[in-house]
Nanobody, 120 residues
Framework: QVQLVESGGGLVQPGGSLRLSCAAS????????MAWYRQAPGKERELVAS???????NYADAVKGRFTISRDDAKKMVYLQMNSLKPEDTAVYYC??????????????WGQGTQVTVSS
């Protein structure tokens, strides 16, 4: 009943920028935490950035100063602005929402992922 859809991934050269977006649909009462994760081939999924309903943000050390997370609650969207991209940022990026629905007080929902490839 709740779906998350990411967009904005693609191929970019080192030093370039991309902006990822994630949109939610379905019956949602409130969204607590919105986050971006990524998973590179052969590696575990890792947290990239998160933002709470109070707009407190948290970043992985590897992306601090380069990535910016933001949210638009009216649109139920979260964004990830990625600057100064490096080849090691190559991964599938997933959004995750922790939210309240008519059926659950708190549950995590994931998007299907969007590929980001940083290569010359």
């Amino acid at each position: 009943q709740v779906q998350l859809v990411e967009s904005g991934g693609g191929l970019v050269q080192p030093g370039g920028s991309l902006r990822l977006s994630c949109a939610a649909s379905g019956r949602i009462f409130s969204i607590n935490v919105m986050a971006w994760y990524r998973q590179a081939p052969g590696k575990e999924r890792e947290l990239v950035a998160s933002i709470t309903s109070g707009t407190s943000v948290n970043y992985a050390d590897a992306v601090k100063g380069r990535f910016t997370i933001s949210r638009d609650d009216a649109k139920k969207m979260v964004y990830l602005q990625m600057n100064s991209l490096k080849p090691e940022d190559t991964a599938v990026y997933y959004c995750k929402y922790r939210l309240r629905t008519p059926w659950t007080l708190s549950a995590d929902y994931w998007g299907q992922g969007t590929q980001v490839t940083v290569s010359s």
